[in-house]
């Protein structure tokens, strides 16, 4: 199989990295594009903007010695590291809201049932500034370890792009090609079936998985395990269509070695890099990671949302002032930043003062103003979370990492670049997840919110 860029030992990168060219991912047409999300979990951030994006991503499993995956009160836990790359010209703004626009194409696409067209498939400059998250993943007996991708917004689970898949005794060849199409890049192959472990205790015989011929956006990492809803994989394979792949996640329940189909992300907000400032949950909750009760809401039935873990929610700046009324949007390892529509944004801008930045490509405040900086309120289901003004600024350590000025402070909230009513009016990206306990409960259709202890840290 193709042998690309050998991977770095907890490297993370995007979906989005991939470049859209049908003829470098060639395969059938795909009805369905997921996006990455968990093993490597990583968002390119816009130029500067947010390497610091750290935030929600920080799901990459630790490789060094302390980082041991736990299997307890049938629950499994993988802690995770966050890294940082923020060598690259281009922004992280511009990944975040490419991968939006791949995400509403994607759901499209299903909904129509007609391929994927490429015209949707933004593209960015392959060398954005991003955080990454990611976790090694063995394939095999004996197996291979590779380095993956952890993402929410897509749901195949593949490897190839960086170091060649070795065939093992547990290999089988399920006859199945597979292509799938993501914001900026594309990979293309054969489905295979074998054995998957994350970890000590947890291991899947028998797990679906993508092997690469042809991949493009993908430096430096293997492949992408993806945990969002096993819908996402409709139309990723061929010729069987209308197949579904079941995730990670879903079969660990299948087998019963966790006893809800859930997982649970917990992060720390930091500056370091790299840093195990994460954990990543299989089958339960937590109760050591968060303070209070879970709030627990529907995944929304409102399109496109309601193709991802999308929810209901209405955000606030300050005491009075209305950013956001109640409207549905995606909860996303994937995206760095917390995105909101284009007319909530002129609001968040308006109330805040800031000014754009042409270097960074996000909003940037002076010192003074900072000072006044109220916090955000975010109304989900009956309870309202509190975004402090320091959870709303990149961490000041890395303003000169992501091409700013170390006097100035650069928030973390963007535009999605469409404006509200259209079925997605906002993404909870890394920045969010940082400071609250999430839950992707795909047994119970609902997506669960709570305060942690770091939700008013002073990190930043």
């Keep these: 199989m193709r042998l690309s860029r050998s991977i770095p030992h907890l490297s993370l990168y995007t979906w989005e990295s991939l470049l859209p060219d049908d003829s470098l991912c060639g395969g059938p047409a795909q ?5 990455v999300f968990l093993l490597i979990f990583s968002t390119d951030m816009s130029r500067g903007f947010f390497s610091f994006l750290l935030f929600a991503l920080t799901f990459v499993v630790a490789t060094n010695a302390t980082s041991v995956v736990q299997v ?35 759901a499209n696409a299903r909904l129509s049932g007609t391929p994927l067209s490429l015209d949707a498939v933004i593209s960015v400059p392959a060398d954005n500034q991003r955080i990454d998250y990611a976790i090694d993943v063995q394939v095999g007996t004996p197996p291979t370890t590779y380095s993956l991708l952890v993402d929410t917004g897509s749901s195949n689970t593949w490897v190839g792009a960086g170091q060649s898949f070795e065939q093992t005794s547990t290999t089988d060849e399920t006859g199945d090609d597979v292509s799938v199409i993501y914001g900026s890049g594309c990979f293309s192959g054969a489905e295979y079936t074998d ?16 092997v690469a011929t042809s991949a493009e956006g993908f430096d430096d990492i293997d ?20 197949t579904t792949i079941p995730t990670v996640t879903d079969n660990l329940f299948a087998q019963g070695t966790i006893t809800s189909d859930l997982v649970a992300v917990s992060f ?5 890099d790299p840093i195990q400032n994460g954990e990543l949950t299989f089958g339960g909750t937590d109760s050591s ?18 193709d991802y873990f999308g929810i209901d929610q209405s955000i606030r700046y300050g005491t009075s002032t209305s950013i956001l ?5 995606i909860v996303d390892t994937g995206t760095t930043l917390i995105l909101i529509a284009d007319d909530a944004f002129s609001e968040y801008q308006s109330a805040t003062g800031a000014v754009d930045d042409d270097e960074t490509g996000l909003l940037r405040l002076t010192q003074a103003q900072f000072a006044k900086l109220q916090s955000l309120f975010f109304t989900i289901g009956g309870v309202t979370f509190e975004l402090t003004p320091n959870a709303q600024i990149v961490p000041r350590a890395l303003n000169s990492a992501i091409g700013g000025n170390a006097d100035s402070v650069y928030l ?12 997605l009016d906002f993404i909870n990206g890394q920045a969010f997840l940082e400071r609250f306990y999430t839950v992707f409960d795909t047994g119970n259709n609902r997506v669960g919110i709570a305060n942690t202890p770091f939700t008013n840290a002073t990190t930043n």
């Excluded at 009805?31 to 996006?35: A, D, E, M």
């Excluded at 720390?268 to 370091?272: G, I, K, L, R």
């Excluded at 009760?293 to 949302?305: A, G």
């Design 195 to 210: 054995t998957v472990s994350l970890g000590s205790g947890l291991t899947i015989p028998g797990q679906s998985i993508g």
């Design 289 to 306: 990671k968060f303070i209070g009760d879970i709030e627990y809401v529907p995944i929304t039935t409102t399109f496109p949302s309601s």
């Design 223 to 242: 492949g992408i395990l993806g945990i969002g809803p096993v819908d996402l994989t409709i139309g990723t394979l061929h010729p069987n269509t209308n």
């Design 325 to 329: 009324s109640t409207t549905t949007g």
């Design 412 to 423: 973390i909230v963007h535009s999605l670049g469409t404006p509200s009513g259209q079925g």
């Design 268 to 272: 720390e907000p930091t500056a370091s």
């Design 72 to 106: 307890r009160d049938s629950l499994v836990r993988v802690p995770m590291v966050k890294r940082f790359n923020l060598t690259g010209s281009g922004t992280l703004l511009a990944r975040d809201q490419a991968r939006v626009k791949n995400l509403r194409a994607r």
């Design 31 to 35: 009805t369905s594009i997921p996006s």
